[in-house]
């Protein structure tokens, strides 16, 4: 291997070079899954929008491809999906891909019409190498909404046709077609729902089954307006009948309490399997962070799951299970009590950046871990149990000089009810996930240590019961 690159993810994806953010247009097909993303290929800042291209079997082994799409006449490529047209609905081929996305003009936005962004679609019908536009382009033009952007577009079996779910300034506008081609509008929600803080973009609906019912959940990412700052994901639970979407919960629900997991979507053919990905950043520094030749990560892919917890249903994301082939146990203890600092660091030693951390608490009292360099910079996740909320603190984790809000302690309120609470923690060179309570609480936090953590400690007083722990190796993949 060669030198490793600072701040450079060995296991999440990465662009090899330049500029990444959104992921899009994620699809399953003959045994790859496909992710294609907002790509600035000529500079690490954004700028003029294609997609980029990486495939994987597993979530952890990718390949880069060539680009997927290109700017053309109409404007630039901003977000979007694909989806596997298996009836050849539009007519490009059996199983061909099509691919939903939102073309951005700047000419007509300099021109300040309002009228600068619209539907378009792309198809191929050779597993995503080479894409041709539909000459028929835009499908979907612009009625007069100024942000009128990523289409996410899946099949309503129930009513056997295509709906697109469609970021609408402040709301969601649902569009259903019979061929991809032809778009009607349905319904609006959202106007009086969620937050408001920022733009709506990027959203996702998607199905759950749970005891013999179909519950829907509608991912919406807002830029700003999360929960810690900046960009982040809400999402509402209730029910849709191929017309509207109808919330049956008025509570506040975050897909990631963490300020670093935005515009994440699902990926389509996956059947009831649901596969979540999201860009490892934020709006608030995206284009400032301290890395060289690249800017932008993805997170580590999730299975999603619903749980039903007091009356009400929340979304549970853990790391997919294709994981586990790669996480090697190195510590394993059954059981630890703390009244001090425990320091595990011995463990830690020698994993380069990189490990995984597990174990189960008792939430009537505190516990933090500590990660630490050379530098003595710190990363502190933990559990307060007199707010009842679980917190990553990254003031004094290396550099943040590059932007006045980025030094900071984020916070996420614990959704579960139970007294004892099982934590996961995913650390990869510059960032760390938190799976709190098998991930109905989940925090996402990128940070830039001046060297590799190589310090672990555990700290909890009052004798709080470990149970569990085990500090798991994980390869690099670069
Ligand atoms: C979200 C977003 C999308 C848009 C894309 C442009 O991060 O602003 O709404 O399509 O990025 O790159």
Redesign the pocket.
Known sequence: AGQMEQHRPQFHFSPKNNWM??PNGMVYLNGKYHLFY?HNPNSTV?GP?HWGHATTRDFFNWEEQPIALYPDSLGTI??GSAVVDVNNTAGFGKNALVAIF?Y?NHKIEEAKTGLHQYQGIAYSNDEGKTWTKYKGNPVLPNPGITDF??PKVMWYEAGKKWIMTL?TKDRITFYSSANLKDWKRESDFGDKFGGHGGVW??PDLISFDVKGKTVWVLLV?I?PGGPNGG?ATQYFTGDFDGNKFIPSSTVEKWLDYGTDN??GITWSNTGKRKIFIG?MNN?QYANQVPTKNWRGATTIARDLHLDQIAGDFYVRSVPVKEMNAYVKPVYKKKSLTLNKEIDLSAYAKGLDGKLKLDFTFNTTKSIEIVLSNKEGQKLLIGYDNKTKTYYIDRTHSGASDFEKGFAKKHSAPRIANTTNAKVSLILDVASAELFADNGLTVMTDVFFPESLINGVKLSGNGNQVINNLIISSIPSFK
Do not use: I, K, L, P
Request: hydrophobic content about 35%; glycine content about 0%.
């Open positions: 953010n959104d907002q954004w929008m901003f977000s939102t951005h952007r990523d970021a973009e990027c990412s830029n960009s935005y515009a860009w709006w």
